[in-house]
């Protein structure tokens, strides 16, 4: 494929670009960034053009998200663009799930946006159920049962009386791509995790509102991925410096990385960062007993995939350890001790011991029954139980799925480390293959090239090879 040529809309207004350029916006939980990309001769080539810091704040002893934060950084990283003289044509964001933020019957934002990690849905979960079991409520939406889901959050400001002036429901992507257009759409893939779409229908599951008494009409039709939100408002065009369209991306930022991935049909992946989420990609939802009580859940991917997976504590182990010894050792030298250790004993990374402790190092120690137990056995432990956790989930998936994974695509920060990718090769006897860390950037991009062009994602996904060294591991 050769350069792509301006075309149409934004593009056509600024002839002088040669190559057409897409901005992605990629916002985590602790950070977001701007990667400004563009397709030359069949190749994809991207920058980080403008970062920074988002975070939880505390208001009230409620767990919050500062939106006009994160809306100012956005217009601020897009403004970037015109200082480089590199002017995106399409635009497209993409975010964490779960999240979302209400608007009143003047479009005002009902404040405050609180974040999934406040404590207020432990007790909505269980509420939720007496209405709606869990089995009920998995087979309806395939989604696994978590009490921060979207589901118990909105039950709470029913509680509350948040929902009694709600007019308009917006997931974090769809309200941050709002704010730069005037025009509000619900994404499919991040509404997915909200527990509320029907897996069958791949809509809103109108039953599900009925039975908790959530106002149906504040939700919009799911709309698709590479499909148009809306120009710049003339307001964001005055401050940014020019105009471009915004368009979707798969706006959960797994649904993005996965996009990204060259899956074939026996193929599994690993998005490995502070969480390891494994899984395959299925073009049906399996939502029966076996797959709720695996806890592996059915998140919704661009052109109506399914993400069938699992989510496993990760690197978030490693970094609580580093920072734990005063960041005094470098991952590398972490892992060099791992590897100079000969214990076997192990952990479950999934157990609730592990998700917030004081120290990571005691848990581990304490779970192990070694409390005095050498730091570099405690790094072994961790890596061995990781392989080993990958390994039964792979089995678990291709129980449940009748798949039989031939090989694992390891993306994300965590695919770095070398030692747990060769480890994770010889546990679960796969091919594993690295080379896509950017993969939740690569696939906001790619959705963008996919509208501008008008290909597949199948092609998408050649771009990738074309652009990427994807290599196996060696064990």
């Known amino acids: 494929?050769?350069?792509?040529?301006?075309?149409?809309?934004?593009?056509?207004?600024?002839?002088?670009?040669?190559?057409?350029?897409?901005?992605?916006?990629?916002?985590?939980?602790?950070?977001?960034?701007?990667?400004?990309?563009?397709?030359?001769?069949?190749?994809?080539?991207?920058?980080?053009?403008?970062?920074?810091?988002?975070?939880i704040h505390q208001l009230d002893g409620t767990l919050t998200w500062d939106v006009d934060h994160l809306v100012q950084h956005i217009k601020k990283g897009i403004a970037r663009c015109?200082?480089?003289?590199?002017?995106?044509?399409?635009?497209?964001?993409?975010?964490?799930?779960?999240?979302?933020?209400?608007?009143?019957?003047?479009?005002q934002e009902?404040?405050?946006?609180?974040?999934?990690?406040?404590?207020?849905?432990?007790?909505?979960?269980?509420?939720?159920?007496?209405i709606l079991p869990q089995e009920e409520l998995y087979a309806r939406t395939g989604i696994q049962?978590?009490?921060?889901?979207?589901?118990?959050?909105?039950?709470?400001?029913?509680?509350?009386?948040?929902?009694?002036?709600?007019?308009?429901?917006?997931?974090?992507?769809?309200?941050?791509?709002?704010?730069?257009?005037?025009?509000?759409?619900?994404?499919?893939?991040?509404?997915?995790?909200?527990?509320l779409v029907n897996a069958e229908s791949k809509e809103w599951d109108t039953a599900i509102l009925e039975r908790l008494g959530i106002p149906a009409h504040i939700f919009l039709p799911l709309a698709l991925p590479t499909t148009v939100v809306g120009e710049f408002t003339p307001a964001v065009q005055a401050e940014v410096g020019f105009n471009a369209t915004v368009i979707l991306c798969p706006s959960h930022d797994t649904a993005s990385a996965v996009a990204a991935i060259p899956l074939e049909e026996d193929c599994a992946y690993i998005s490995s960062g502070t969480w390891s989420l494994i899984g395959t990609e299925n073009t049906?939802?399996?939502?029966?007993?076996?797959?709720?009580?695996?806890?592996l859940t059915n998140e919704g991917g661009i052109e109506y995939r399914f993400r069938f997976l699992k989510n496993i504590m990760g690197m978030w182990l490693f970094q609580n350890i580093r920072k734990e010894l005063g960041k005094q050792y470098t991952y590398d030298e972490m892992m060099k001790m791992a590897m100079s250790s000969d214990y076997e004993g192990l952990i479950?990374?999934?157990?609730?011991?592990?998700?917030?402790?004081?120290?990571?190092?005691?848990?581990?120690?304490?779970?192990?029954?070694e409390p005095e137990l050498p730091l570099g056995d405690v790094l072994a432990c961790v890596y061995h139980s990781l392989a080993a956790s990958y390994e039964r989930s792979i089995r678990e998936i291709e129980q449940i799925s009748g798949k039989k994974i031939g090989a694992i695509h390891i993306v994300g920060g965590g695919s770095k480390d070398a030692y747990l990718n060769r480890l994770t090769a010889k546990q679960t006897g796969c091919k594993v293959y690295v080379g896509l860390t950017e993969a939740t950037a690569t696939g906001n991009l790619l959705s963008q090239v996919m509208y501008s062009e008008k290909i597949s994602l199948a092609a998408a996904r050649e771009i990738v090879k074309e652009t990427f060294k994807i290599s196996e591991v060696t064990v």
């Open 1 to 55: 494929m050769g350069a792509v040529q301006p075309m149409g809309g934004v593009a056509r207004r600024n002839e002088e670009v040669k190559e057409m350029y897409h901005l992605a916006i990629d916002i985590g939980a602790s950070s977001g960034r701007h990667i400004l990309g563009r397709l030359k001769e069949g190749r994809l080539e991207s920058e980080e053009i403008y970062r920074f810091e988002n975070g």
């Open 82 to 107: 015109a200082e480089l003289g590199k002017i995106p044509a399409t635009v497209a964001i993409d975010t964490w799930g779960v999240d979302y933020v209400l608007l009143d019957g003047q479009e």
């Open 110 to 130: 009902i404040l405050p946006v609180v974040a999934y990690r406040d404590g207020r849905t432990d007790a909505g979960a269980a509420e939720v159920a007496k």
């Open 145 to 195: 049962k978590q009490n921060f889901n979207t589901i118990y959050q909105l039950w709470c400001d029913k509680q509350s009386g948040k929902l009694d002036t709600a007019a308009h429901f917006l997931m974090m992507p769809d309200y941050l791509s709002y704010k730069l257009t005037g025009v509000m759409k619900n994404e499919y893939t991040n509404a997915t995790t909200a527990n």
């Open 284 to 295: 049906y939802p399996v939502t029966g007993p076996a797959a709720m009580a695996a806890n």
């Open 348 to 369: 479950d990374p999934t157990d609730d011991a592990f998700m917030a402790p004081q120290s990571m190092l005691g848990a581990i120690r304490t779970y192990l029954g």
